[in-house]
């Protein structure tokens, strides 16, 4: 929701500058261009101000069109403009002299030739400005029409104009035929195939004709001298004369409201300056223009977004340069007139600035101990956001600490950050990260035990996230094959079953199965058959019926008996068949080295 700021956008309105108040769209035109000359401190000059107040309901009631058009081609002096009401006045009454004989339409061709050969001389396209066509001759499509129009006016010809996409030309409407006036050329009147073609040659312009509707609007004298406006908006831009042209699109729109172009021109130049501003941090007025531009378009996101950056810049500028205190009472200003959370949130970014300050210098300690005492210090609503900030710095700061390899610190600091947010993924992550690290760093620093020990604290404490879980198990299948490498069998039977809560069933399955046989196939290559036996023994009173083990039990009796029929202790190996018999009776290998041992015998 969008508030007016107060203390930039007051509305005032200048009674003898603008014309009578009309409802609904001309209220908000009139305050718009109130707002603007307030903002930026430049008010209609005398000229303009008769202008506004003679322009009502598309009339002009008291000064001609062509005076009309001197003043919105920029003449401010009285001086000067009476000087060429003067020759306007000359103009017209020669007008009158000539053609006051001749029905409206000979009127009216009869004056544009008229115009061309004694007044104009050549087509500039950028010259919109009546003064100029009346001093020199230089003209464009509206410094023309006007001019046309504001002597045809003085001659009883009730001239209108009509307006395409880039293009202006007069109209004379009658009760018979409506004529179009292509005042841009000496032979414009009801214009011939020639006179279309020297049109279009002079000014590149493609014509629309009277059957073309939906490409032309006629428009009153009044939007006509509006377009004067535009062009100089226009002039004004390229110029990079922003606020000059600002205030002439707003001006072309008090005098008609229905010029498309001008809106949206208005609106994109409001967006653009105020980037500018806002870039320069000239927050005030760039705040206000785009509170403006929010008026002329509710819906415009990335106004909004300006709107809403524009103020979090301005309070972070207010708590560089001001005490805190007045820092957070622009930021909460800002609140009242946006209500988002990131506003909110600012008043919790001078302490964050601060902290992040130390954070820069590698005092992550110090940062976060000023984190600490923001929380009494700022307003209720704005805690949410603190806490959102506080755990950002943690996170960076476990980061910081792993990227160090004191996972230690780190794993307070994460302690830290999860006392905040029991449930936040990242941390949960980073903790994860941790655990596996510090656990494989205790071990290589210590022992495999103090690394078991510090895992399963760790599991006690956050074994609920599955992460946790995965990291402990994955610790266990390291620190159990390592210590199979170092042949310590028992620690890793031991550590095996303590990890019956990490490990999935598959897992402790396939972990004890390795651990019993790689322990048998040590006292196998030591020739300890016996040894190697009762291990695989004791590994199937804890896993009956494993596969593995029984048939590496079953091979390592035969493999038993072979050495000694190597060594022709037939009688010796012949007991040790006999005894794998009675644990598995049915098996065809042992029955036949038995058979090839009691061969010997008889």
């Known amino acids: 929701m969008i508030k007016s700021t107060g203390f930039t956008l007051l509305f005032y309105i200048i009674l003898l500058a603008l014309p009578t108040a009309q409802p609904g769209a001309d209220d908000s035109r009139r305050k718009i261009f109130s707002e603007l000359t307030l903002i930026l401190q430049q008010q209609p000059n005398p000229l303009e101000q008769t202008l506004f107040k003679d322009a009502t309901n598309h009339q002009f009631k008291t000064l001609s069109i062509a005076q009309e058009g001197l003043i919105a081609s920029g003449v401010k002096s009285w001086t000067e403009f009476n000087k060429l009401s003067l020759k306007l006045s000359s103009l017209e009454e020669r007008?009158?002299?000539l053609f006051s004989g001749y029905s409206p339409s000979e009127k009216a061709k009869k004056l544009l030739i008229w115009l061309h050969e004694h007044v104009l001389t050549t087509y500039t396209e950028k010259q919109s400005l009546l003064q100029v066509a009346l001093k020199n001759g230089l003209y464009n499509c509206v410094s023309v029409t006007v001019l046309y129009n504001g002597i045809g006016s003085s001659l009883q010809l009730p001239l209108k104009a009509v307006s395409t996409e880039k293009h202006v030309f007069s109209l004379l409407p009658s009760s018979a035929q409506n004529f179009d006036i292509e005042t841009t050329t000496q032979y414009g009147f009801n214009p011939s195939l020639a006179a279309v073609q020297e049109l279009e040659k002079k000014t590149g312009f493609v014509r629309v004709g009277?059957?073309?509707?939906?490409?032309?609007?006629e428009i009153e004298n009044v939007e006509l001298i509006a377009l004067i406006y535009f062009n100089r908006a226009l002039t004004s831009i390229a110029e990079k004369d922003y606020e000059q042209g600002l205030l002439l699109f707003a001006k072309a729109l008090l005098l008609d409201p229905s010029l498309k172009q001008a809106r949206s021109s208005l609106n994109s130049l409001l967006s653009m300056y105020s980037a500018e501003l806002l870039n320069q941090q000239k927050y005030k007025v760039a705040l206000a223009l785009i509170e403006l531009g929010l008026q002329l378009s509710p819906d415009n996101q990335a106004m909004k977004h300006k709107f809403t950056a524009g103020w979090h810049n301005y309070a972070l500028l207010a708590a560089k340069t001001r005490p805190a205190t007045e820092a957070i009472g622009v930021i909460r200003t800002a609140y009242d007139l946006l209500e988002t959370e990131a506003l909110r949130a600012l008043q919790a970014q001078i302490f964050?600035?601060?902290?992040?300050?130390f954070s820069s210098k590698d005092q992550w300690e110090d940062g976060y101990k000023v984190l600490l005492k923001a929380q009494p210090l700022i307003s209720a609503n704005s805690y949410s956001s603190l806490k959102q900030w506080t755990e950002h710095?943690?996170?960076?700061?476990?980061?910081?600490?792993?990227?160090?390899?004191?996972?230690?610190?780190?794993?307070?600091v994460i302690y830290a950050l999860l006392s905040l947010n029991a449930n936040k993924r990242i941390a949960i992550d980073n903790l994860a990260y941790i655990t596996q690290e510090w656990s494989r760093q205790i071990a290589r620093t210590q022992s495999i035990e103090a690394a078991t020990d510090k895992i399963n604290t760790i599991v006690r404490q956050y074994g609920q996230h599955k992460k946790i879980k995965k990291v402990a198990s994955q610790y266990t299948i390291w620190a159990v094959k390592r210590l199979l490498k170092e042949q310590q069998f028992a620690q890793a039977l031991a550590m095996t079953n303590a990890a019956k809560a990490v490990l999935k069933q598959p897992q402790l399955i396939q972990m004890l199965t390795v651990v019993f046989d790689q322990w048998s196939q040590a006292y196998i290559k030591q020739q300890n058959?016996?040894?190697?036996?009762?291990?695989?023994?004791?590994?199937?009173?804890?896993?009956?019926?494993?596969?593995?083990?029984?048939?590496?039990?079953k091979y390592t009796w035969n493999e038993w008996g072979r050495a000694f029929i190597k060594e022709k202790k037939i009688k010796i190996a012949t007991q040790i068949f006999n005894k794998a018999l009675k644990r598995y009776p049915n098996d065809e290998i042992l029955k036949t080295n038995l058979r090839y041992c009691q061969q010997f015998q008889h």
């Open 95 to 97: 007008a009158q002299q």
């Open 210 to 217: 009277q059957e073309e509707v939906s490409a032309r609007r």
């Open 352 to 357: 964050v600035t601060e902290a992040l300050a």
């Open 393 to 412: 710095y943690l996170l960076k700061w476990s980061i910081n600490e792993i990227k160090n390899k004191s996972y230690d610190l780190a794993f307070e």
């Open 529 to 553: 058959w016996g040894k190697a036996v009762k291990t695989y023994q004791l590994g199937l009173q804890q896993l009956p019926n494993n596969h593995t083990l029984i048939e590496n039990e």
